[in-house]
């Protein structure tokens, strides 16, 4: 079932102890909620989980997730490292106080001038072709590397989220990771890592289990043949959680069992000494976290359906209009009314795609009542945009009955600024 930081007062929502009505009082909608206590609680499972069966689990967050800087900042203080896929998300973590030495780099398609700013801020890359291999050692030879390898294996809620197997434009393939560490180990590199990564929302340990198997047959090959030591093995994230209130969570008892002791038998049977374990979660430590809130604007019935027209559009969440997700809806002043009409949730935009639900039950719709969409916290804001020149929403976060505003929202001054008229044109 669906885990949230809500609760029911009067039928009206509150979040993390903060009402929801008041919120949208104070700073209107659409509004990103974040709790900061259910982050807390969802690293806090996850580490346990691991490190019961492995007390060398380390715990990367995959910031693509949700980068607000107090989201890193929260998981910086529990501990945790972090995975970044630009040099963007790594200044923002270096900005929330995540050290170098707690950051590892995944690019693809990565530029010469992006290798170069990870080596001025010394941060672990990991490499995702041996194109980007050969211009790094160009430039340094690293003192920690590891290399994305593609395990043949990949799985996710959605084909756009699949990041291994034939069709995936990410990692190496076996062949070309063997010549990627013999290359590395003639320039003098010492100390080595292997990472996969297969793809993004699964419910079922089985896909880590096929692709796992196959990295550790990969690493025992680099082991065995070039004469590499691994200090670390990642295998990534991927990591889900239940959209729909009749799923169930991960079983992270068994989903650690069985993986890591996969990878620990796998290790001793190929003599690969005792290296540290890497995870790279991201929705599973914020989707959970986080909710929308967007306000009923229009009623529009017609002959074939009911449209509600919110004030938030795919440029706030685009994961329904982009991958066809689920989110749970509420009406958040009305949690104690009887679920008793179908309607479709649009949004302003003005796009066909801008569909949040088609044939939701709901209580009876009004102009002006409060929706919540459940499940934003990860690839909400941090894939928002300002498409139809419609500013980003800001975002507070709540705990335990306090709230901040911890990103302002845009104005239609901001979609101004970095813009001028060609002077031929004036």
């Given amino acids: 079932m669906i885990a949230f930081p809500l609760e029911d007062?009067?039928?009206?929502?509150?979040?993390?102890?903060?009402?929801?009505?008041?919120?949208?009082?104070?700073?209107?909608?659409?509004?990103?909620?974040?709790?900061?206590?259910?982050?807390?609680e969802n690293y806090r499972r996850l580490k346990s989980a691991l490190q019961s069966s492995y007390s060398k689990a380390k715990i990367f967050y995959s910031a693509k997730a949700n980068t607000n800087l107090s989201v890193l900042r929260?998981?910086?203080?529990?501990?945790?490292?972090?995975?970044?896929?630009?040099?963007?998300?790594?200044?923002?973590?270096?900005?929330?106080?995540?050290?170098?030495?707690?950051?590892?780099?995944?690019?693809?398609?990565?530029?010469?001038?992006?290798?170069?700013?990870?080596?001025?801020?010394?941060i672990y890359i990991n490499v995702d072709a041996l194109s980007e291999l050969r211009r790094l050692l160009r430039l340094i030879t690293p003192d920690v590397l590891s290399v994305r390898v593609n395990p043949e294996f990949g799985a996710g809620h959605h084909e756009h989220v699949i990041t291994a197997g034939k069709m995936s434009k990410f990692g190496v393939w076996?062949?070309?990771?063997?010549?990627?560490?013999?290359?590395?180990?003639?320039?003098?590199?010492?100390?080595?890592?292997?990472?996969?990564?297969i793809g993004s929302g699964i419910m079922d340990v089985e896909p880590f289990i096929l692709a796992g198997e196959k990295l550790m047959k990969i690493a025992k090959k680099i082991h065995e043949d070039v004469g590499v030591d691994f200090e670390f093995m990642d295998l990534g994230g991927g990591i889900g959680v239940p959209y729909r209130?009749?799923?169930?969570?991960?079983?992270?008892?068994?989903?650690?069992?069985?993986?890591?002791?996969?990878?620990?038998?796998?290790?001793?049977?190929?003599?690969?000494?005792?290296?540290?374990?890497?995870?790279?979660?991201?929705?599973?430590?914020?989707?959970e976290a986080g909710v929308l809130l967007t306000r009923v604007n229009t009623v529009k019935p017609t002959p074939f359906r009911t449209f509600v027209g919110v004030d938030a559009g795919f440029n706030v969440l685009i994961r329904p209009a982009m991958y066809g997700s689920y989110h749970h809806i509420l009406v958040a002043n009305r949690l104690?009314?009887?679920?008793?009409?179908?309607?479709?949730?649009?949004?302003?935009?003005?796009?066909?795609?801008?569909?949040?639900?088609?044939?939701?039950?709901?209580?009876?719709?009004?102009?002006?009542?409060?929706?919540?969409?459940?499940?934003?916290?990860?690839?909400?804001?941090?894939?928002?945009?300002?498409?139809?020149?419609?500013?980003?929403?800001?975002?507070?976060?709540?705990?335990?009955?306090?709230?901040?505003?911890?990103?302002?929202?845009?104005?239609?001054?901001?979609l101004l600024k970095g813009q001028r008229t060609a002077e031929w044109l004036e």
């Fill in 9 to 40: 007062d009067g039928g009206r929502l509150c979040i993390d102890g903060v009402s929801a009505l008041d919120l949208t009082e104070e700073f209107d909608t659409p509004l990103y909620v974040i709790s900061e206590n259910k982050i807390r």
């Fill in 74 to 122: 929260i998981l910086e203080s529990e501990g945790a490292c972090l995975d970044a896929v630009s040099p963007g998300e790594v200044l923002l973590a270096l900005k929330a106080g995540f050290p170098p030495s707690r950051i590892l780099f995944t690019g693809t398609s990565v530029r010469d001038d992006e290798l170069s700013y990870l080596i001025r801020e010394g």
């Fill in 174 to 197: 076996e062949d070309d990771a063997v010549r990627a560490y013999e290359m590395a180990k003639a320039q003098g590199v010492e100390r080595f890592g292997i990472q996969m990564h």
């Fill in 245 to 287: 209130p009749e799923e169930k969570q991960v079983d992270l008892k068994s989903f650690s069992e069985k993986l890591v002791g996969l990878f620990l038998r796998r290790v001793r049977e190929y003599s690969l000494g005792e290296p540290e374990l890497w995870f790279e979660p991201g929705r599973y430590l914020v989707a």
């Fill in 336 to 414: 104690d009314e009887p679920l008793k009409e179908l309607y479709d949730l649009c949004g302003p935009l003005c796009e066909s795609g801008d569909v949040f639900a088609r044939d939701r039950l709901l209580p009876r719709i009004s102009e002006g009542d409060l929706i919540a969409i459940l499940n934003a916290g990860a690839y909400g804001f941090s894939m928002s945009s300002t498409y139809n020149s419609r500013p980003r929403p800001p975002e507070i976060l709540v705990n335990k009955g306090r709230y901040q505003l911890v990103r302002a929202r845009e104005t239609f001054e901001d």
